[in-house]
């Protein structure tokens, strides 16, 4: 998994949780006040941006795609090949 949607009472979108490496992670939680340490998630790897936040869209897209190639790198090379061939 390299994100999730955490939903408010209502059913929307509440948090956009990302995993992404420690350093990357610091970078933009410095930079955002509204990418958090993960919300229920390990503080260390997982961030949240909030959905109704200020974060901008290329951010999020950067966030997406650095989280994704984050887990996508940890894969064995068999996987990783199995995964990119879909």
Known sequence: ????????SDNNPKYITL?????????FRNN???IIP?????KLHWNSIK????VPDNIVKE????????ILNK???????????L
């Not at 959905?51 to 200020?54: P, Q, V």
């Open 75 to 85: 894969l064995t090379k068999k996987k990783r090949a199995e995964i990119l061939s």
């Open 32 to 34: 955002y006040e509204d």
């Open 1 to 8: 998994m390299f994100a999730a949607i955490c939903l408010n």
């Open 63 to 70: 966030l997406l795609d650095k989280s994704y190639n984050e």
């Open 19 to 27: 995993k992404l490496n420690p350093v990357d992670g610091e970078f």
């Open 51 to 54: 959905a109704d936040g200020n």
């Open 38 to 42: 993960g919300y229920y998630m390990n």
